[in-house]
Nanobody, 115 residues
């Protein structure tokens, strides 16, 4: 069984920073890509950042230059450094872990950007 657990969410003021972490554990096969998605209230889940096993990254324009994804393959862990946060970044952030055959999801962590 595979577990995916996020941590690091919380309340932050506009312009502030947060660092999210996500660890995959259990009987997990080789991990290819890892990614973060956000889902704001009443909206669809959207890709925030993705990173391939070799380190290539992908970001939508809305977070380029503000968010940075990184990973530690030895620990099956992925991180999301979020800087210059805006109120519109408020959402539940989900971690996803992609293997050759399956995508695993965490339960999500709430990020609220408000003064």
């Amino acid at each position: 069984q595979v577990q995916v657990a996020e941590s690091g969410g919380g309340l932050v003021q506009p312009g502030g920073s947060l660092r999210l972490s996500c660890a995959a554990s259990g009987s997990i096969p080789r991990i290819n890509a890892m990614a973060w998605y956000s889902q704001a209230l009443g909206k669809q889940r959207e890709l925030v950042a993705a990173i391939a096993r070799g380190g290539r990254t992908n970001y939508p324009d809305s977070v380029k230059g503000r968010f940075t994804i990184s990973r530690d393959n030895a620990k099956n862990t992925v991180y999301l450094q979020m800087d210059s946060l805006k109120p519109e970044d408020t959402a539940i952030y989900y971690c996803s872990v992609w293997t050759l055959s399956t995508t695993y999801w965490g339960q999500g962590t709430q990020v609220t950007v408000s003064s």
